[in-house]
């Protein structure tokens, strides 16, 4: 889609050129990729809207744990506690970290540990 295509879809008013710094934005941050077809560009998504959705959460989680620690964890065990499909989603998640080799041997979850070689 060129930023033409885009400001017509949006049919909010934007002005091209907003819309075309946005878009530009967009492919600095890797979300978008353009590639030149004639005389604009043509953009598309780079990722699906579940790869960003899990990013975007994945950083949320992280921005409040690091800000709330114990007491983010705490509330969210009580928030998932009332809901057996989203308990029953958290314990098996649990259960298949509980059984990785990094929590037997002190290291981070999910961080392969380095070798002397």
Request: proline share 3%; glycine share 8%.
């Amino acid at each position: 889609m060129d930023v033409a295509a885009c400001v017509q879809r949006l049919d909010g008013g934007q002005a091209y050129t907003t819309v075309k710094t946005v878009m530009e934005r967009l492919v600095v941050k890797g979300l978008l990729a353009r590639e030149k077809e004639g005389r604009h560009y043509v953009y598309w998504p780079e990722q699906t809207r579940r790869e960003v959705e899990q990013s975007v959460a994945a950083e949320q989680v992280r921005r409040v744990m690091d800000g709330f620690g114990d007491l983010a964890v705490a509330n969210f065990v009580r928030t998932v506690s009332g809901d057996a499909d989203q308990l029953a989603q958290v314990r098996a998640l649990l259960a298949g970290i509980a059984d990785s080799p990094a929590e037997s041997d002190g290291e981070e979850a999910g961080r392969v540990p380095e070798t002397d070689e």
